[in-house]
């Protein structure tokens, strides 16, 4: 009985492997990656590795569209780990612990680099246009730099490190967490704070949906909640079982019925935002040099009607069928 029992459980493993198996999936870096993004629209991704630099990718045909590096990596190793683009498609920003970069994906060609040199580029934003860029730093601070006037305004609201940041697509409200139990809705333009957002514990991820409904605010332990904008008020909350819940990507639909997110363990998520409900989980592929053959979603798009991509730290984008 033991032995049918073992077989029967293979059996629905097995079932269940094959059931996540990605519909086409293509490898953009050999020894894995340190950071990815894609578009709103699915059409562009963006990949950071150890020896291959940045390189841009026409997802539709998987062809390198631009391989980017940094001032000074010249005959060194690549060690950028935040990558933006902005909604419209107009710009690139990307960083490493020091420095910040902005592209122009229309020549391919840099904008300008700039150092930060008072505490670590935790993560960024950019605007459409490329008219703004948002650092949140090691230290609390968050920076908001137009880099065509040279306006910049510091928010002071946090008390320790930002651990995520977001711009809306017009740059007037940026979105930040931190260490502090805290995500703040700010006013660009003011500095003002529209919506405070607390937690039980430290904020590891917040995001904006394109349209200006919801934000997206979840802790290191048990709350991922989806705020409704209109009036500061909780919409849902993501319901899961896991005690502890990492999330290290989210997106919103454009239409606002569905938030994707990914996680340091290989989960891309998709989440019904009016319920907090799951409606469906994939695992990406795992890095072939992982010793605990786990991977970390970076980024993720809604790939047409039924699908979406995902890059991971495996050096694979993969694109999933939504049952």
């Not at 005959?75 to 960083?95: C, E, F, L, Q, R």
């Not at 137009?146 to 609201?157: M, V």
Request: with cysteine; glycine share 8%.
């Amino acid at each position: 009985m033991k032995h049918l029992l073992l077989f029967i459980l293979c059996l629905t493993l097995s079932a269940c492997d094959l059931g996540n198996k990605p519909a086409v999936m293509f490898q953009h870096a050999d020894d894995g990656s340190l950071a990815s993004a894609i578009s709103d629209d699915a059409s562009i991704g963006i990949v950071s590795s150890v020896n291959n630099g940045i390189v841009v990718w026409d997802l539709e045909y998987n062809q390198k569209i631009y391989q980017w590096n940094h001032q000074g990596e010249e005959g060194g190793n690549n060690i950028i780990a935040n990558i933006d683009i902005a909604p419209d498609k107009s710009h690139v920003v990307t960083a490493d612990r020091g420095a910040f970069a902005i592209w122009s994906l229309q020549t391919g060609e840099p904008i300008g680099f700039w150092r930060i040199d008072e505490s670590s580029i935790r993560d960024l934003a950019v605007c459409n246009d490329g008219r703004a860029i948002l650092i949140g730093r090691g230290n609390g601070k968050v920076l908001f730099f137009e880099h065509t006037t040279g306006r910049r305004l510091e928010f002071l609201g946090h008390q320790e490190k930002i651990n995520s940041v977001d711009l809306s697509p017009n740059g007037y409200y940026a979105l930040t967490g931190g260490n502090d139990y805290v995500a703040y809705l700010w006013d660009t333009r003011t500095g003002q704070v529209v919506y405070r957002f607390d937690h039980p514990s430290r904020v590891t991820k917040v995001v904006l949906d394109s349209q200006g409904q919801y934000a997206f605010t979840a802790d290191s332990q048990k709350e991922a909640i989806i705020w409704d904008l209109t009036t500061g008020q909780e919409k849902s909350r993501l319901s899961y079982i896991q005690r502890q819940k990492i999330f290290s990507f989210a997106r919103f639909s454009e239409d606002g019925k569905w938030l994707l997110t990914g996680s340091p363990d290989r989960h891309l998520t998709l989440w019904d935002v009016e319920t907090g409900e799951k409606k469906q989980d994939w695992r990406v592929r795992p890095g072939s040099n992982s010793l605990t053959k786990s991977a970390v979603v970076y980024s993720a798009s809604f790939y047409g009607e039924n699908q979406v991509i995902s890059e991971s730290s495996s050096g694979w984008a993969e694109v999933w069928d939504i049952n």
